[in-house]
């Protein structure tokens, strides 16, 4: 009998926090697909993309990149019109006093407006400090989507 009671409280120690961090999980989700819906609600989005509290699209008949990222209990979002950008970048930031080597620290995708040197627009797709030590991808998704991007910027 004891053993059942046991085997109940552990099942609860485990189901409760997993059943509420999914819970947790699925407002965040759906908070950021309203946004997102709001952003694009006009637009022909022809490639999206969804991944750990970012949202990104694509209208390339509008020439508008979308974007819906959340941080913690804050959605940011963005719309920037690819007409007025001449090309973008994905860009790296490693530790110099890291001990291990060819770590990433930081992967952001870059937007420059025509005639101007600095990035009009940063959207950082890792922060290791933010997201944690370990990349799920989101290198090759930025990667991707700078392909998408300036082949849509290129198309006049």
């Known amino acids: 009998m004891i053993t059942y009671i046991m085997g109940i ?3 609860m120690v485990v189901a409760v926090p997993v059943a509420m961090l999914n819970y947790s999980n699925t407002r965040r989700n759906l908070k950021m697909k309203q946004i997102f819906e709001e952003l694009s609600k006009y637009a022909h989005v022809d490639y999206s993309e969804q991944w750990n509290g970012h949202i990104i699209a694509i209208d390339e008949v509008g020439k508008k990149f979308y974007a819906v990222f959340q941080q913690e209990k804050l959605c940011f979002s963005c719309v920037i019109d690819l007409q007025k950008i001449e090309r973008c970048l994905v860009f790296t930031t490693n530790d ?3 001990t291990v080597s060819g770590s990433i620290d930081k992967v952001d995708l870059l937007f420059f407006e025509k005639n101007v040197f600095q990035p ?3 959207l950082t797709f890792y922060d290791r400090n933010v ?4 990349l799920n ?3 090759q998704i930025a990667e991707r989507w700078k392909n998408i991007c300036s082949k849509a910027i290129t198309c006049e």
């Open 9 to 11: 409280a552990l099942v």
């Open 96 to 98: 110099e006093d890291s």
């Open 120 to 122: 009009s627009y940063v």
């Open 131 to 134: 997201d944690g030590y370990v």
């Open 137 to 139: 991808g989101e290198l």
